[in-house]
C-alpha cells in the first residue's frame, strides 16, 4: 500500500465520509437545476440573472433555471415539486414581465446534485481538524468555573487540534464552480507550503 505524508480531501459530498472527517460542521444541500426550452422572449436573454435563483442565456437551445436548497436530502432522483418551484423563481422575481411566462419546465429535465455548506457559508479548507477533540475541550471549558476571558485567551492561543498531514478542501457552497479558482490558490498558499502552519 503506498503512503504518503500528505493528503488533500477534495472529495465533495463524500468529503465526511472518512472517520477523521465525518464530525466537520458542514452539511449536504440538495440542488436541483432544470433544464428548459429557449423560446419565445427568453430566447433573446443575453446575460445570466441572478435573483430569486438564477437563469443563464441559452446555450444549444437550452436555459438552465434554478436552483433548488434542501438540507439533507433522503435522495438525489428528479423531483417534480423542485422542479415547479425552479419554474416561479423568476415569476416572482420580476412579476410585471411577460417573458418569465415562457419558462416551460414539462419536459423534465434536470439535473440534481449536491453541494456541501458549512453553518458560516465559508468554504472549509486548510488542516482537517480534529473535531472530537476540540468538542472534548470545549466540554472541559463548560464545566470550569474559571474566568471567561481565561478561555477567550485559550481559544485565541491555542492552536486548534489537527490531523498531521490530512487535509481538507471543500465547503464550497453555491459558488465552488465560480470560485473555485481563487479557494485553491489559498488553499495551496495556506496549507501546502514547505513548513505547515494553521
Ligand atoms: C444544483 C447545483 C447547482 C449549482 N450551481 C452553481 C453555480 O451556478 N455556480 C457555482 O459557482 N456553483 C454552483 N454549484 C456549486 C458547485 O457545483 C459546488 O460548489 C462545487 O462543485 C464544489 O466543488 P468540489 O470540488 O468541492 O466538489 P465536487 O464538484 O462535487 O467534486 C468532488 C469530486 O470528488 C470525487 N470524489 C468523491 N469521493 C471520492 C473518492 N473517495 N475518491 C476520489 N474521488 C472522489 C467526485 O467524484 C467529484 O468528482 C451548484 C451546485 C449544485 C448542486
Redesign the pocket.
Known amino acids: 500500500m503506498a503512503t504518503h505524508q500528505q493528503l488533500v ?7 465526511t ?1 472518512l472517520l477523521q472527517t465525518k464530525q466537520l460542521q458542514i452539511s449536504g ?5 432544470s433544464h428548459i426550452p429557449a423560446q419565445g422572449e427568453l430566447a433573446q436573454l443575453a446575460t445570466v440573472i441572478c435573483a430569486n435563483g ?1 437563469l ?1 442565456p441559452q446555450h444549444n437551445k437550452q436555459h ?1 433555471v ?3 436548497y434542501v438540507k439533507d436530502p433522503q435522495h438525489l432522483n428528479f423531483c417534480p415539486q423542485e422542479q415547479h418551484e425552479n419554474s416561479l423563481k423568476m415569476k416572482q422575481s420580476f412579476p410585471h414581465s411577460n417573458w418569465p411566462n415562457d419558462i416551460d419546465v414539462s419536459n423534465s429535465d434536470a ?6 455548506v458549512s453553518r458560516d457559508h465559508f468554504p472549509v479548507m486548510g488542516c482537517a481538524t480534529d473535531v472530537d477533540e476540540l468538542f472534548k475541550r470545549y466540554a472541559i471549558q463548560q464545566q470550569s468555573k474559571d474566568k471567561p476571558s481565561q478561555w477567550q485567551r485559550y481559544w485565541q492561543t491555542t492552536p486548534a487540534p489537527i490531523y498531521e498531514g490530512l487535509y481538507v ?12 479558482l481563487t479557494r485553491c490558490r489559498m488553499f495551496s498558499r495556506k496549507s501546502l507550503r514547505p513548513t505547515v502552519t494553521c
Open positions: 480531501l477534495a472529495s465533495g459530498a463524500h468529503i465520509d444541500f440538495r440542488g436541483q437545476v438564477y443563464t438552465c434554478g436552483a433548488s439535473r440534481v446534485g449536491v453541494r456541501m478542501l471543500g465547503g464550497l457552497g453555491s459558488r465552488g464552480l465560480s470560485s473555485w
